[in-house]
């Protein structure tokens, strides 16, 4: 079984050697890479130091497009599983080894860390969103449950773990712009196995979250129209014939 | 007050295009087909895109040289103004062509990203290729080629 984990970073400098010494210690067996999605500091550096593969992305493509490198890449080298987590030292790495367990036993083929599950537990350092982001989190919950006629808690977590199916489905598809939320609906549609599982996260280290209200607002209408055009996509028995 | 309006309305004369708004209208078309064909010979424009234009001028040139056509569509849009009617014509014209255009960019988005993902990868593998090896032999690589694109 041979697992690649992944981790998008733009300009992390300043956490993502820290978050590959936690997967190399938690998964010693899997290869890392980081996919530098053009980033103008040292972030490819430090990883190369840190003694993960980099492939760095020569401009600034999105969170999208530089997952989509991430399962490209485990697609091409013949990787059973991957995984993925942020850079920026949210997630545990020890987190990730669960969900790759999900995929190991073959009981889902797309495993989503949720931070809201009921199953997680809170404890003090754990993740907790601002007022305008739990508007923005219930608002796609509601809808992406209603489009998928499966219940999800965590749209927008960036904690995955997946096998080939998915990496096949993936490295053609993948919204640049929405990828979280549009995946999910995308691998739910084409019939796929996917699977919420609790998980821990940290508080963001450093740095406030972007959104402002009306950006946010923006946001929610923005992915609400996305949700909607993927609903009129192909399935994978239509797209067949 | 609709009945007034409609009557009102009914009274106005047809408003016809005027002779001088034909040879403008001729000369701008003849200009720009010129300038078309200028941007390809030294290859600022690329044929496949070319086309649609060449068409939009030689449809300006029609309605210049044949006025009846023009209100022909008038008439069949139910515009008693021709001048209106041109503007609304061109207008979709326009939608149409910029509708057109964000498709082609998208494709052209869409395939940047493959290609910076592509040199992304191969740049990781040559990083790879230091180590020691994975077993990723020739006929690995191709035996993967080929799931690819079972899957």
């Given at each position: 079984?041979?697992t690649?984990?992944?981790?998008?970073?733009?300009?992390?400098?300043?956490s993502?050697?820290?978050?590959?010494?936690?997967?190399?210690?938690?998964?010693?067996?899997?290869?890392?890479?980081?996919v530098?999605?053009?980033s103008?500091?040292?972030?490819?550096?430090?990883?190369?130091e840190?003694?993960?593969?980099?492939?760095?992305?020569?401009?600034?493509?999105?969170?999208?497009?530089?997952?989509?490198?991430?399962?490209?890449?485990a697609?091409?080298?013949?990787?059973?599983?991957?995984?993925h987590?942020?850079?920026d030292?949210?997630?545990?790495?020890?987190?990730?080894?669960r969900?790759?367990?999900?995929?190991?036993?073959?009981?889902?083929?797309?495993v989503?860390g949720?931070?809201?599950?009921?199953?997680?537990?809170?404890?003090?350092?754990?993740?907790?969103?601002?007022?305008?982001?739990?508007i923005?989190?219930?608002?796609f919950?509601f809808?992406?449950?209603?489009?998928?006629?499966?219940?999800?808690?965590?749209?927008?977590?960036?904690?995955?773990?997946?096998?080939?199916?998915v990496?096949?489905?993936?490295?053609?598809?993948?919204?640049?712009?929405f990828?979280?939320?549009?995946?999910?609906?995308?691998a739910?549609?084409?019939?796929?196995?996917?699977?919420?599982l609790p998980?821990?996260?940290?508080e963001r280290?450093?740095?406030?979250?972007?959104?402002?209200?009306?950006?946010?607002?923006?946001?929610?209408?923005?992915?609400?129209?996305?949700l909607?055009?993927g609903?009129?996509?192909?399935?994978?028995?239509?797209?067949?014939? | 007050?609709?009945?007034?309006?409609?009557?009102?309305?009914?009274?106005?004369?047809?408003?016809h295009?005027?002779?001088?708004?034909?040879?403008?209208?001729?000369?701008?078309a003849?200009f720009?087909?010129?300038?078309?064909?200028?941007?390809?010979?030294?290859?600022?424009?690329?044929?496949?895109?070319?086309?649609i234009?060449?068409?939009a001028?030689?449809?300006?040139?029609?309605?210049?040289?044949?006025?009846?056509?023009?209100?022909?569509?008038a008439?069949?849009?139910?515009?008693?103004?021709?001048?209106?009617?041109?503007?609304?014509?061109?207008?979709?014209?326009?939608?149409?062509l910029?509708?057109?255009?964000?498709?082609?960019?998208?494709?052209?988005?869409?395939?940047?990203?493959?290609?910076?993902?592509?040199?992304?990868i191969?740049?990781?593998?040559?990083?790879?290729?230091?180590?020691?090896a994975?077993?990723?032999?020739?006929?690995?690589?191709?035996?993967?080629?080929?799931?690819?694109?079972?899957?």
């Amino acid at each position: 079984m041979r697992t690649l984990v992944f981790i998008p970073a733009w300009n992390e400098e300043a956490s993502v050697a820290t978050v590959i010494a936690g997967v190399r210690e938690a998964l010693p067996e899997a290869d890392v890479l980081v996919v530098d999605d053009g980033s103008g500091d040292a972030t490819a550096e430090r990883a190369r130091e840190a003694g993960a593969l980099v492939a760095s992305l020569p401009f600034n493509q999105g969170l999208g497009a530089a997952l989509q490198t991430g399962y490209l890449y485990a697609l091409r080298n013949g990787y059973d599983a991957c995984a993925h987590l942020d850079a920026d030292g949210q997630h545990p790495p020890e987190e990730v080894v669960r969900l790759l367990d999900e995929i190991v036993a073959d009981r889902a083929d797309l495993v989503i860390g949720s931070r809201y599950h009921s199953g997680a537990v809170a404890s003090s350092g754990d993740y907790r969103p601002t007022f305008s982001r739990r508007i923005g989190i219930s608002v796609f919950r509601f809808f992406l449950t209603l489009a998928t006629r499966q219940r999800f808690t965590d749209t927008t977590s960036g904690m995955r773990a997946a096998n080939r199916r998915v990496m096949a489905l993936f490295s053609q598809h993948y919204s640049p712009d929405f990828a979280e939320i549009e995946s999910l609906q995308l691998a739910v549609r084409q019939g796929l196995r996917v699977e919420e599982l609790p998980v821990r996260m940290l508080e963001r280290a450093g740095g406030a979250s972007f959104l402002t209200p009306v950006r946010s607002a923006f946001f929610i209408f923005k992915g609400l129209v996305v949700l909607l055009v993927g609903q009129f996509r192909p399935r994978q028995a239509e797209a067949e014939r | 007050m609709r009945a007034l309006a409609l009557a009102a309305a009914q009274a106005e004369p047809q408003v016809h295009l005027t002779s001088q708004t034909r040879i403008v209208a001729a000369v701008i078309a003849i200009f720009f087909m010129l300038l078309i064909l200028d941007l390809i010979r030294r290859d600022r424009l690329q044929e496949r895109y070319s086309v649609i234009w060449f068409v939009a001028g030689l449809g300006m040139l029609a309605g210049a040289a044949f006025p009846g056509l023009l209100e022909l569509l008038a008439d069949a849009m139910g515009v008693r103004n021709t001048n209106v009617a041109l503007f609304s014509i061109v207008l979709l014209l326009l939608l149409g062509l910029a509708l057109n255009f964000s498709v082609i960019m998208s494709r052209q988005a869409a395939q940047i990203t493959r290609l910076a993902q592509e040199r992304a990868i191969e740049q990781a593998r040559r990083g790879t290729a230091d180590r020691p090896a994975n077993g990723n032999g020739s006929a690995a690589e191709q035996a993967l080629e080929s799931e690819e694109k079972r899957l």
